[in-house]
């Protein structure tokens, strides 16, 4: 099993944070422009200015186990390689590989190799489908097995947002948090964003957030105003998928709500989660005027 995931700088410095954005915006199924308008844009604008600046964002969350994406996603492995060695008599490897950064996808899969792996199912650790995500994972397993002569049977997991277990996970941290801390006002799903000519063209992401929102809020028995959904990390000037994160949390804010959020795109903690939700998310709301906020790991 290949677990897979975004991936993550090598630290939370500007070099480093910079070779991680090079590798990441270059990727023509994350930007969708064309390369002779793209890169004069991306190497001679956004990789002079963005690396320092997300550089300081990182270093608000690193921790002594380094990335919290990384640290999470190895001990997700870990997790499932534990419980899959005590269901089956012969478990399969699991391997953990990145997308972007180390440790690589080619890394793994060469792990995998020396393992002499024959049958691999890939699991991008991405809950919703989209080609800027889940297909570019496939892009990237596809052009290293390209190099292989004996390929092994492949088996690639496209989503799992509306899986009955992966909902009924959510549902259970979220009441689990609720019976700690209270429960909210109003829930708050926030996805990641996508620009929204994605979606006109055919992406599912919007539609699959939806529906995973909506399964957890009937697990939970939410009333109709008591949850809602937005979209995080927009840049740029084009429309992304609305209503926006930063919006919303104003809105809620202007009631003087109770709040908690979840991120149920993301499997483990990042810097989307950590970083833009749990800190700057929570302190603007509540300098807004909002009563009470919390961010649900």
């Known amino acids: 099993v290949l677990v897979a995931n975004l991936g993550t700088p090598d630290a939370p410095t500007p070099a480093a944070v910079r070779r991680y954005l090079a590798e990441f915006l270059s990727d023509p199924r994350v930007v969708e422009l064309p390369r002779i308008l793209w890169w004069p844009l991306l190497h001679g604008v956004i990789l002079q200015i963005r690396p320092r600046r997300s550089a300081h964002a990182y270093q608000q969350i690193w921790t002594a186990a380094g990335s919290p994406l990384l640290a999470g996603t190895r001990a997700l492995a870990a997790a499932l390689q534990m419980r899959l ?29 020396a393992r002499q792996v024959r049958r691999l199912l890939v699991l991008p650790l991405y809950p919703q489908y989209s080609a800027t995500t889940t297909a570019s994972i496939f892009d990237r397993v596809s052009a290293e097995l390209r190099r292989w002569r004996w390929l092994p049977e492949l088996r690639f997991i496209n989503d799992y947002h509306a899986e009955p277990g ?112 749990a800190m700057r998310g929570g302190a603007a709301f509540l300098a807004a005027g909002g009563a009470a906020f919390d961010y649900v790991p």
């Open 85 to 113: 060695t005590e269901l089956l008599p012969e478990p399969p490897v699991v391997a953990v590989g990145m997308n972007y950064g180390n440790p690589s996808i080619p890394a793994a899969l060469a792990e995998l190799r």
């Open 166 to 277: 992966h909902i009924a996970a959510l549902a259970e941290s979220l009441t689990e948090r609720f019976t700690a801390t209270g429960p909210p006002e109003h829930l708050l799903f926030s996805f990641h964003g996508l620009p929204r000519s994605y979606f006109a063209a055919g992406d599912p992401y919007y539609c699959q957030c939806q529906a995973t929102a909506r399964l957890v809020a009937e697990r939970l028995a939410l009333p109709a105003g008591a949850w809602s959904v937005a979209f995080q990390s927009r840049v740029g000037r084009r429309r992304w998928l609305e209503p926006y994160t930063e919006l919303r949390l104003a809105e809620l804010a202007a009631q003087g709500r109770r709040i908690a959020v979840v991120c149920p795109g993301f499997a483990v903690d990042c810097l989307e989660t950590l970083e833009e939700i």
